[in-house]
């Protein structure tokens, strides 16, 4: 059954918030996934939202339902990647000026700014959340500032990573997941991202990560009223 996120409280009443309007969907029969769509109130179509699922027939049924409900829809596919035993990531060896650090709410604007989704307030309080809510590290510079980091999701995906333009090429986006990677695992937690079917460097990238990629396809759907515009 789907099931909704709702981050923060005084945002969670934005029908137009993309960012606090996600559904997850998991089921083991199609037909009642489809009822739950089209006849319950599980989910508000007069909100802009995406569901987010793996199983057979996702895409059919949401198209399906938007066609019924008369709204928008625009799905995107990524692999999955899953990490087993992140341990055997290969790292360098970070330069003793630099330290392993966690994000924290002075970080949120660079991180806003360097997203590509981000550049909104709404974007930058969906970034906070994480933040100050779920898993992080970063690699700070001799004058502690971020240059190198990645956290975690809603949905407990391994996701945001980034290193700054001129710092790229030493290897610090593979010591931040590693470090960040093995506090989760050794949580019980699987380590897992989603890499879009063109990003073939980051998937490259998860392959010597010693990550698996999963046979179905993780899709984005993307729902919004006709009078709406998606913009993420």
Not at 70 to 82: I, R, W
Not at 125 to 154: E, H, K, M, Q
Request: glycine share 6%; with cysteine.
């Amino acid at each position: 059954m789907p099931a909704r996120h709702t981050m923060e409280a005084y945002v969670a009443k934005d029908d137009s918030n993309l960012f606090i309007n996600m559904y997850a969907a998991f089921y083991h029969d199609l037909d009642a996934y489809r009822t739950l769509l089209q006849d319950s109130d599980a989910i508000n179509w007069a909100q802009t939202f995406y569901i987010l699922g793996h199983q057979d027939g996702i895409l059919e049924a949401s198209q399906d339902a938007a066609a019924t409900k008369q709204v928008e829809f625009s799905p995107s596919s990524y692999f999955t990647y899953l990490n087993p035993d992140p341990n055997k990531m290969r790292t360098r060896q970070l330069d003793p000026s630099l330290r392993l650090s966690t994000l924290d709410s002075s970080h949120v604007d660079l991180l806003n700014e360097k997203w590509p989704y981000g550049g909104s307030e709404q974007s930058r309080r969906y970034l906070a959340t994480l933040v100050r809510s779920f898993p992080n590290r970063c690699i700070l510079d001799g004058n502690g500032l971020l240059i190198s980091w990645g956290l975690f999701d809603p949905f407990g995906a391994l996701a945001h990573g980034y290193t700054l333009p001129e710092y790229r090429g030493h290897g610090y986006m593979t010591a931040v997941s590693k470090v960040l990677s093995m506090h989760v695992h050794a949580s019980g937690y699987p380590v897992y991202g989603n890499v879009a079917l063109d990003n073939v460097h980051m998937q490259n990238i998860n392959e010597r990560w010693g990550s698996q990629r999963l046979s179905p396809l993780c899709h984005f759907i993307y729902h919004a009223p006709k009078t709406a515009t998606i913009n993420i």
